[in-house]
């Protein structure tokens, strides 16, 4: 399957008396699938200087909006952890571009306050580190 990560680059110019400084901002998509279905993205971004580990464990911080997909799914609650289990051991897809890609069997979100764009789930920070090894991240 082949992976295609559109990178949107904003300018910013900010302008002084004795000249002006001009700084990038990299948009960060990140995408949740089970069973080849979207079921959760989000986003971040940076000023490109961060590399693919630590745009990986940015997952710790970043809630996830819901999509149309996320209400056919079942789950196994726990408080506020619900862990979701695919059919194989590959079936759930955690991408988040130039940070990498992890697939697994199992993966436990947790569910915060919405926020202003209705964003509530976060992946559980545990699972974050457990997928870190066996991502795959491209040069």
């Not at 971004?45 to 961060?50: F, K, L, M």
């Not at 194989?88 to 993966?107: E, F, L, M, P, Q």
């Amino acid at each position: 399957m082949m992976r295609i990560h559109c990178s949107m680059l904003l300018m910013c110019v900010f302008a002084g008396l004795g000249g002006g400084t001009a700084c990038a901002a990299r948009y960060v998509p990140i995408e949740v699938r089970v069973e080849g279905a979207l079921i959760l993205k989000g986003n971040a971004s940076d000023d490109g200087s961060r590399d693919a580990d630590e745009l990986w464990n940015a997952l710790k911080t970043e809630t996830l909006e819901e999509t149309p997909a996320f209400t056919r799914l079942t789950f196994e609650r726990k408080g506020d952890l619900y862990r979701i289990t695919g059919r194989t051991s590959r079936s759930i897809v955690v991408d988040v571009a130039y940070g990498g890609v992890a697939k697994t069997r199992r993966i436990v979100l947790q569910l915060m306050s919405s926020d202003s764009q209705g964003r509530k789930w976060r992946i559980a920070p545990d699972d974050v580190d457990a997928l870190f090894d066996e991502r795959d991240v491209e040069p």
